[in-house]
């Protein structure tokens, strides 16, 4: 049903830019593209320090039409190397403040997945990353942390976490234009990630059940979606133990809205936007019973700068019942939700080379409302190694 309404949701909007024709992509496209991040708590811990990390993106997208004449076809890989620190492991938040951090550093396969075209509809199947496309703003993905890639009440579900980074896992989407800028899609997941480089491997077992998410929507100056997403087989609840000595078990399910605006300007020149996002969860299998997201995206702030992008965000996960009572059992204050605000300004030092400071204010991290307020400082790097077309 859920589905159902997510595709009656998709029945108006406005339209959307042309994409580039299919007949320009090229046979082979190859990307390579280095990221390092400094960063530390300025202030609410001691003694202060910081971490070094960084991500290694490679990427490969064959044109099976050009190539060998499968018609409506592409193949897609994505490797991920990932080194270096962990600073959230200082700032001690619930949400991260990072999202290139992860918890076990090594080389992985992200993605392997064919898409294969049919008119308006699209199918992929492989190992997919459900928040390239799922529950992701444009206008937020400047901002480092982790909230504002996806919500909190879904990326802490699952036995692994979901088919997110670092780790995604087997599945098939299929995607419906339906023209006018309007869109529907669904995907079904094994609920358990994992991918070559992980321990274990890639799960093809599916003891754990599937993950089913839909989302459908319109595009353009305006841009709106719902989605929805449901567990198969029943998780653990956070706190509650049944008579037998065993934790009771729920279907770890949610929902979720976000939107966009143009406020001014056009992609050709300085444009602003603002972005919104709520989520909301069963509140008994993690830590969340939702939260939201929200901010503004302004391209080209400064004139003399074409490349400069300035951005701020504001977050709030909020916390359930369970963990709050399993945090006072514990012996401390909990607090209704951990919050955070974040400012980030990136430019282009060269064609290549990308320079992104950036600033975030955490309250009540960690869920504790004790906690000092912290002060995140960060500075990004990121160097694109694509080779030009003409190499």
């Given at each position: 049903?859920?589905?159902?309404a997510l595709?009656?949701?998709?029945?108006?909007?406005?339209?959307?830019?042309?994409?580039?024709?299919a007949?320009?992509?090229?046979?082979?496209?190859?990307?390579?593209?280095y990221?390092?991040?400094?960063?530390?708590?300025?202030?609410?811990?001691?003694?202060?320090?910081?971490?070094?990390?960084d991500?290694?993106?490679?990427?490969?997208?064959?044109?099976?039409?050009k190539a060998?004449?499968?018609r409506?076809?592409v193949?897609?890989?994505?490797?991920?190397?990932?080194?270096?620190?962990?600073?959230?492991?200082?700032?001690?938040?619930?949400?991260?403040?990072?999202?290139?951090?992860?918890?076990?550093?090594?080389?992985?396969l992200?993605?392997?997945?064919?898409?294969?075209?049919?008119?308006?509809?699209?199918?992929?199947?492989?190992?997919?990353n459900?928040?390239?496309?799922?529950?992701?703003?444009?206008?937020?993905?400047?901002?480092l942390?982790?909230?504002?890639?996806?919500?909190?009440?879904?990326?802490?579900?699952?036995?692994n976490?979901?088919?997110?980074?670092?780790?995604?896992?087997l599945?098939?989407?299929?995607?419906?234009?339906?023209?006018?800028?309007?869109?529907?899609?669904?995907?079904?997941l094994?609920?358990?990630?994992g991918?070559?480089?992980?321990?274990?491997?890639?799960?093809?077992?599916?003891?754990?059940?599937?993950?089913t998410?839909?989302?459908?929507?319109?595009?353009?100056?305006?841009?709106?979606?719902?989605?929805?997403?449901?567990?198969?087989?029943?998780?653990?609840?956070?706190?509650?133990?049944?008579p037998?000595?065993q934790?009771a078990?729920?279907?770890?399910?949610g929902?979720?809205?976000?939107?966009?605006?143009?406020?001014?300007?056009?992609?050709?020149?300085?444009?602003?936007?603002?972005?919104l996002?709520?989520?909301?969860?069963?509140?008994a299998?993690?830590?969340?019973?939702?939260?939201?997201?929200?901010?503004?995206?302004?391209?080209?702030?400064?004139?003399s700068?074409?490349?400069?992008?300035?951005?701020?965000?504001?977050?709030?996960g909020?916390l359930?019942?369970?963990?709050?009572?399993?945090?006072r059992?514990?012996?401390?204050?909990?607090?209704?939700?951990?919050?955070?605000?974040?400012?980030?300004?990136?430019?282009?030092?060269?064609?290549?080379?990308?320079?992104?400071?950036?600033?975030?204010?955490?309250?009540?991290?960690?869920?504790?409302?004790?906690?000092?307020d912290?002060?995140?400082?960060?500075?990004?790097?990121?160097?694109?190694?694509?080779?030009?077309?003409?190499?």
């Open positions: 049903m859920a589905a159902a595709l009656a949701l998709a029945a108006a909007g406005p339209a959307l830019a042309d994409e580039p024709p007949e320009d992509a090229p046979v082979l496209a190859l990307g390579a593209v990221t390092a991040d400094v960063s530390g708590v300025a202030r609410g811990v001691h003694p202060r320090a910081g971490r070094y990390l991500n290694l993106d490679l990427t490969a997208d064959l044109n099976l039409e060998v004449g499968w409506g076809a193949l897609h890989a994505y490797a991920l190397n990932n080194s270096g620190g962990a600073p959230n492991d200082i700032a001690g938040t619930l949400q991260g403040v990072d999202n290139i951090e992860v918890a076990k550093p090594r080389l992985r992200f993605e392997l997945w064919l898409e294969q075209s049919l008119g308006p509809t699209a199918i992929r199947a492989g190992l997919y459900l928040n390239s496309e799922f529950y992701a703003n444009e206008s937020a993905a400047l901002l942390n982790p909230s504002f890639g996806i919500g909190s009440e879904l990326a802490a579900t699952g036995p976490g979901p088919s997110i980074f670092p780790s995604t896992a599945g098939v989407r299929m995607n419906v234009d339906l023209g006018a800028g309007r869109y529907a899609r669904a995907a079904v094994n609920a358990k990630s991918v070559l480089g992980d321990p274990g491997g890639v799960d093809w077992g599916f003891g754990n059940g599937v993950l998410i839909a989302e459908a929507g319109f595009e353009g100056p305006t841009r709106f979606s719902a989605g929805a997403w449901r567990y198969s087989r029943r998780q653990e609840d956070i706190r509650v133990i049944l037998d000595g934790p078990h729920h279907h770890a399910q929902a979720y809205v976000l939107g966009e605006q143009r406020m001014f300007g056009s992609d050709a020149g300085a444009s602003g936007h603002v972005f996002r709520v989520g909301l969860s069963d509140g299998t993690t830590s969340f019973r939702g939260g939201w997201q929200a901010g503004f995206l302004i391209a080209r702030p400064v004139a700068r074409p490349d400069s992008q300035l951005s701020l965000g504001f977050q709030q909020v359930n019942r369970r963990f709050r009572n399993n945090l059992d514990a012996g401390g204050k909990p607090a209704r939700a951990e919050s955070g605000i974040e400012l980030t300004y990136s430019d282009k030092l060269t064609s290549r080379i990308t320079l992104q400071p950036d600033l975030q204010w955490i309250h009540h991290a960690g869920g504790d409302r004790l906690a000092k912290r002060v995140i400082a960060a500075l990004r790097l990121k160097i694109d190694l694509s080779p030009s077309p003409s190499d």
